[in-house]
Nanobody, 125 residues
């Protein structure tokens, strides 16, 4: 079973920063694309950002572009999501997901094969 473990969530004030981590542990997953998604209560889950394993291509939702940065540390088998300038509307449970079959670029949709359990991010005054 593929295991994805998110960490780094917490509660911050508007304008603050958090860095989320997605530890996939398995070196066999170095080639997987990794995506970040989030879901607020009563709302649909939405894609936030993703990064490919093969060439490091990245995508961002328009709502976070310029504020969030996704990166990858292959040695640590970890993908990071640096979140700056956080807004209350960024609040939600953040999930990471993995897909082995995205090649030229990753996509922010719900078809990823494997999902973590999520980490809570709360942005409020």
């Amino acid at each position: 079973q593929v295991q994805l473990v998110e960490s780094g969530g917490g509660s911050v004030q508007p304008g603050g920063s958090l860095r989320l981590s997605c530890d996939y542990s398995d070196y066999n997953m170095i080639g997987y694309s990794i995506g970040w998604f989030r879901q607020a209560p009563g709302k649909e889950r939405e894609g936030v950002s993703c990064i490919t394993g093969s060439n490091g291509r990245k995508n961002y939702a328009s709502s976070v572009q310029g504020r969030f940065t996704i990166s990858r540390d292959h040695a640590k088998t970890t993908v990071f999501l640096q979140m700056n300038g956080l807004k209350p509307e960024d609040t939600g449970i953040y999930f990471c997901a993995a897909d082995p079959a995205m090649f030229s670029g990753c996509e922010l949709h719900e078809t990823y094969d494997h999902w973590g359990q999520g980490t809570q991010v709360t942005v409020s005054a």
